[in-house]
């Protein structure tokens, strides 16, 4: 019979995943697209998507103090806690968000000239910016609803969402991209309006889903939300700070690695993109899995039970290396016909197989880091995972650089020097979390 944890893994996990997968998808139908048109802008999309990605998801990990505070005042049953962190959260969280928007619509040219993207690329990557920028005045709304589904186990909204947000997507893709219905073509600029218009509309169902279901138990009501005190916020802060800062670091250790690889051809950063455009989806799956194991992690650190806590991050990690194991086998088995729906290059087909199989390889570290992360995180240590992720930045990029200017490996150098990065930070973090949960750490 199936452990009660394993089936809340399931259950919190499973939406999430699905919404994970619906998303990606929707973005490979971008990239099929713009790449079938021409590899550049597979290059203007990739140049244009890691900084903004990087600023964005900096607000989704700022909620993930929220998250861990709001999941041990379950665990321990503090009613009262849960709700003050979660109306703070939704009335504090759209600042940066703003801020952002501002930033991303004037300031694009500075950002790309500074990371060297190349003349016949720059212009479509400020187009993209431009019509994908207001995303970011939804965002911490977003990320505070995220909070609050995933909190209170109830995630079935973000699939209803995600099907109803990727469909549109790819309809107005064909449409927008193409020039189809009347309208004109209208490339990169369109599959960006395309993932805009799309991202609000899903926004407005989960918005609705939240205001029709009465017993989510982080749930705050409106009158709660305009009372709340920025304490709770500031504590979550706290904990949201580091996250955000390692998902900072993280995808600044992205941008160093575009920028390495606009120095070998216009198109190497496409290559890139294609590759690990492909990759994200298992890590889509493993991601899903980290945020339920977050959450519940959180729920019995709150209880004090770490014995328990340790069984739900083993199991997810067992999973993941399932997972990982099955996407190794389809991506060796059928590696060709993955890159072609993306590029009719055949040189790039050609060599682009075998960076698959070095992504390939990467999933098992990667999941690991993703699931041993999240433990330590719902154990309250987000410090400690900034830490690791600023060392893993500085080794990535340093790597990265010996092999593509010391070596001349090209863009298989970046591809290593990723694989290099995982494994080591995976060590690490299993190190630690086993100090963990022999209760030999204790946060100060």
Do not use: H
């Not at 300031?107 to 790309?112: R, T």
């Not at 207001?134 to 699939?159: E, H, M």
């Not at 009347?182 to 395309?194: D, S």
């Amino acid at each position: 019979m199936t452990s009660s944890y394993k089936k809340d893994l399931i259950k919190i996990a499973l939406p999430i995943m699905l919404s994970n997968l619906i998303a990606q998808f929707q973005m490979l139908i971008d990239r099929i697209f713009l790449g079938r048109l021409d590899v550049i802008y597979m290059s203007a999309v990739g140049n244009a998507t890691t900084p903004m990605w990087t600023t964005m998801s900096m607000v989704f990990t700022i909620a993930t103090g929220s998250t861990i505070l709001i999941s041990q005042a379950i665990g321990a049953g503090n009613k009262e806690k849960v709700i003050e962190y979660s109306a703070s959260t939704f009335k504090f969280n759209n600042v940066a968000a703003i801020i952002l928007f501002i930033f991303w619509t004037f300031c694009s040219p500075i950002v790309y000239k500074a990371m060297g993207v190349a003349d016949s690329v720059i212009q479509a990557s400020i187009d993209y910016t431009v019509f994908y920028a207001p995303i970011f005045l939804i965002t911490g709304l977003g990320s505070s609803i995220n909070v609050l589904l995933q909190t209170s186990g109830y995630t079935r909204p973000l699939v209803i969402s995600g099907i109803i947000r990727a469909g549109l997507n790819i309809f107005l893709d064909w449409t927008l991209i193409f020039g189809n219905c009347g309208f004109p073509e209208m490339g990169v600029k369109g599959a960006a309006l395309a993932t805009t218009i799309a991202e609000y509309i899903g926004g407005f169902v989960l918005i609705f889903a939240v205001i029709k279901k009465q017993d989510l138990i982080s749930k705050p009501t409106m009158k709660q939300i305009i009372q709340a005190k920025p304490l709770p916020f500031l504590q979550g802060l706290k904990l949201g700070i580091p996250s955000a800062a390692e998902d900072f670091a993280w995808n600044f250790g992205n941008i160093m690695l575009i920028r390495i690889l606009n120095t070998i051809s216009a198109t190497a950063a496409g290559v890139y993109t294609i590759v690990f455009g492909i990759e994200v989806i298992p890590v889509c799956v493993f991601g899903a899995l980290g945020q339920a194991t977050l959450t519940l992690a959180g729920r019995e650190t709150g209880k004090g039970d770490l014995k328990q806590m340790k069984k739900i991050v083993v199991t997810s990690f067992f999973w993941s290396m399932g997972i990982a194991t099955l996407c190794l086998g389809i991506f060796m088995l059928f590696p060709k016909q993955i890159m072609s729906l993306f590029t009719q290059d055949k040189t790039i087909i050609a060599a682009a197989v075998t960076y698959l199989a070095i992504v390939s390889i990467n999933l098992f570290p990667k999941s690991g880091n993703i699931i041993v992360g999240s433990g330590i995180r719902g154990y309250g240590n987000t410090k400690w995972m900034l830490g690791t992720q600023l060392f893993g930045t500085c080794f990535i990029t340093g790597m990265a650089a010996l092999f593509v200017f010391g070596f001349k490996t090209g863009i298989t150098g970046v591809f290593l020097a990723v694989l290099s990065d995982e494994f080591v930070r995976c060590i690490i973090n299993a190190l630690k979390l086993k100090r963990i949960t022999q209760g030999k750490d204790k946060i100060n």
